[in-house]
C-alpha cells in the first residue's frame, strides 16, 4: 500500500471517531457544569445555616436536571 492511502484512511477514521467523541464530550462537559452549579448552591446553603424554601426547591431541580443528564 502506497503511503498517501495509509494517511487517508487513518484521516478517514480520526474524522469519524473525532465526531462521535466530540458529542459525547460536550455532553459531558454540560453535566459537568450542571454538576457544579448544584455543587455551588449545595455549599451556598450548608454555609449560611438556614434554608430558605426557595434555596431548596432550586436544589432539588438542579439535581433533577443532574439525574437527567446522566440518564441520557
Known amino acids: 500500500m502506497e503511503s498517501g492511502l495509509i494517511v487517508t484512511l487513518a484521516t478517514a477514521v480520526l474524522s469519524v471517531v473525532s465526531v462521535f467523541l466530540g458529542a459525547k464530550y460536550r455532553k459531558w462537559l454540560e453535566r459537568g457544569r450542571l454538576f457544579a452549579k448544584l ?13 430558605s ?9 438542579n439535581a433533577k436536571k443532574v439525574a437527567a443528564k446522566g440518564e441520557e
Open 53 to 61: 424554601e426557595e434555596e431548596f426547591q432550586k436544589i432539588v431541580a
Open 39 to 51: 455543587f455551588d448552591d449545595i455549599v451556598a446553603a450548608a454555609e449560611d445555616n438556614e434554608i
